[in-house]
């Protein structure tokens, strides 16, 4: 597994295996890897002759108050994971924007509501840095976790948009045994804030058997204990939630 630390030597092990004729998948991640994104590993390389991570935590997409600074960066763990799942390269960059950098990407639509209400900043950072992403590991496929709904839809608008050549693969949600969606923010919970959190997937699931699905989770979030109700929303045909277990915050959504 090579590790790869700067764009230009990624476009230029691309190159390579397009010009044998090989397919590239690409895993996008900020590191903290667990079993959701090696399943986005897995479906990757059944897809593909070649597949990237790229391990990068951001800073573009953290606002001022938010984790980045202690955002977990357990690199040794993550380089071994992906050499058991067979992935050919990391790229792994100190950073990827230039000290003047002065461009930014900003798809204007899907970018609205639900989650860029409280991070208003969040999907200019994702947007543009996936679009570096695209256009360093130059992938036939790039494969994006259904947990982050909005931001599938952000992607899949920009890549329309801007006439991106890549294939944007959404795979579905990755849950534990007792329902909550995997994500790299839940270490942050105590066993008891974990407990109190696994009413965000039981109640999303009884929310589409309801009338009014919207007004119904977000009554039964705003009553729950040790719980802050951020957003609930529906959107392109998903009913999508954020919330506050003590300070950390946890997204979710199920198809409508
Ligand atoms: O979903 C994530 O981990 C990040 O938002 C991404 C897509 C890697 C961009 O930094």
Request: charged share 25%; with cysteine; proline share 6%.
């Amino acid at each position: 597994m090579k590790i790869v630390s700067n764009a230009q030597a990624m476009q230029k092990l691309s190159r390579s295996w397009h010009r044998a004729g090989e397919t590239v998948g690409l895993v996008p991640t900020m590191g903290a890897l667990h079993r959701g994104h090696m399943t986005l590993v897995e479906t990757a390389r059944k897809q593909n002759d070649r597949v990237v991570v790229s391990i990068y935590v951001n800073p573009t997409q953290f606002g001022p108050k938010e984790d980045f600074g202690k955002y977990p960066r357990p690199r040794r763990e993550d380089l071994a994971l992906c050499r058991a799942a067979g992935v050919d390269a990391v790229l792994a960059p100190e950073t990827l924007y230039p000290p003047d950098f002065s461009t930014w990407v900003e798809e204007t639509v899907q970018s609205k509501g639900r989650c860029a209400v409280s991070r208003p900043i969040h999907f200019r950072g994702v947007a543009t840095v996936v679009l570096k992403l695209l256009n360093t590991a130059l992938p036939d496929r790039a494969y994006f976790g259904r947990k982050d709904a909005q931001q599938v839809d952000v992607i899949e608008r920009m890549v329309r948009d801007l006439d991106v050549p890549v294939k944007i693969v959404p795979v579905e949600i990755v849950r534990d045994s007792d329902g909550l969606a995997l994500s790299s923010r839940n270490r942050y919970l105590s066993p008891e804030q974990r407990q109190q959190a696994l009413i965000l997937p039981h109640s999303l699931r009884e929310a589409v058997k309801q009338k009014q699905p919207v007004a119904w989770l977000r009554r039964v979030l705003s009553r729950a204990p040790g719980m802050k109700v951020d957003y609930v929303e529906s959107a392109n045909g998903r009913l999508c939630a954020a919330v506050w277990v003590g300070k950390t915050r946890l997204i979710d959504n199920v198809k409508i």
